[in-house]
């Protein structure tokens, strides 16, 4: 019998959020373990729900034809109205309902901006460490993915030095992700600035996932990167998941803004793939409205008192006294991505590190080359669980690095 294989666009593709750690995790669970899973984003399992309003929202629209059938391939008008108007509140400028392309998520925006947009060998700049399905996405539609380096003794800020380095003929766009996934940091605007007079230097698209830009601790401020210019082409993504604890609904969307004159031939592609997809999810559409007018209960948890805030400080607060780990305080989002040190622990497999843990504390992390990062010296960690379980687990791995020497 001929075995069958999967396709060779694969072989590069990397997804280890959910790869073969959660695996293992899956198998313990099989064995009778209980498992906390802080591999992901994804706030319901945490007790993080939806606001009341947007869920009885979404039942009264069921029962309607608008949200049986199929939507415009766009997006409901209604939705891609009120997401107009947020960009105007974010100060994007010249942006029109037919500018709006909602998703099945963030995900599929992502993926679909990049099989319309690459040939063969095109490279996009991508941020390291990065959230892995930017790169997954460039090589799955036949791109190069070049990663920049975001300097983690500099705030994990991106080094516009390394931008520029890497800029080559076949460069055909930078993407930023602001708040960052997975190290939690909000870039201030004259590094935004400095990314868009590179990229109108050399005339890049700038690709800008802004997914968490209502997750800000401290009064942290963010700025929309297709606020700062008319003149080069962006896209940017949002959508519901995060700041509306409503993952699996599956709701994002990309804005196309800028200088869409000379990029009418892209557009046209987006438009292409998004009909051909028919169009996204359309009860979730049907509460965007309500989610972006509504209150904006992700400021409550999020501000000093807040289950957010305080998750984030318990998690800062015992990281702090574990002797051979370091990390940049995150600023936003949902995510702490320390580094050890190797010498200590002997870390030569930082795949292996969270697979130790996972089988002695029944804690599943995600190692740092998960997210394109080359060094086997990071973890992320979520800080979603309330705080008495986060406290709980968080000095389980202290214990369980206070003796680790990998072998």
Known sequence: MRTIHKSHKLDDVLYDI??????EAQRLEGDGYKILKLNTGNPAPFGLLAPDEITHDMIINLNTPQTQGYSDSKGLFSARKAIMQYCQEKGIANVGIEDIYTGNGVSEAI???????????????????????????????????????????AGWLPDIRDIKRKIASKTKGIAIINPNNPTGVVYP????????????????????????????????????????????????????????????????????????????????????????????????????????????????????????RQQRDICCKILTGIDGLTFVKPQAAFYLF?????????????????????????????HGRGFNWPHPDHVRIVFLPAAEELADALTKFREFLGSYRQK
């Open 18 to 23: 959910r790869g073969p750690v959660l695996t």
């Open 111 to 153: 993926t679909m901006s990049m099989q319309a947009l690459l040939n063969k060998g095109d490279e996009i700049l991508i941020p390291s460490p990065d959230y892995p399905l930017w790169t997954a996405s460039v090589r799955l539609s036949g791109g190069t993915p070049v990663h920049y380096v975001c300097d983690e003794k």
């Open 338 to 366: 320390p580094k050890l040190d190797m010498k200590k622990f002997n870390i030569h497999d930082d795949q292996q590190m969270v697979l130790d843990l996972l089988r002695e504390k029944h804690i599943l992390l995600v």
């Open 189 to 308: 605007r004259a590094i935004l600035e400095q990314i868009v007079k590179v990229a109108q230097e050399r005339q890049l698209i700038v690709f800008s996932d802004e997914i968490y830009d209502k997750i800000l601790y401290d009064g942290v401020e963010h700025t929309a990167t297709a606020s700062l210019a008319d003149d080069i082409l962006f896209v940017t993504f949002n959508g519901l998941s995060k700041a509306y604890r409503i993952a699996g609904f599956r709701v994002g969307w990309m804005v196309v803004s800028g200088d869409k004159k000379r990029a009418r031939d892209y557009i046209e592609g987006l438009t292409m793939l998004a009909s051909m997809r028919l169009c996204s999810n359309v009860p979730a559409q049907s509460i965007v409205q309500t989610a972006l007018g509504g209150h904006q209960t992700i400021r409550d948890l999020c501000a000093v008192g807040g289950r957010l």
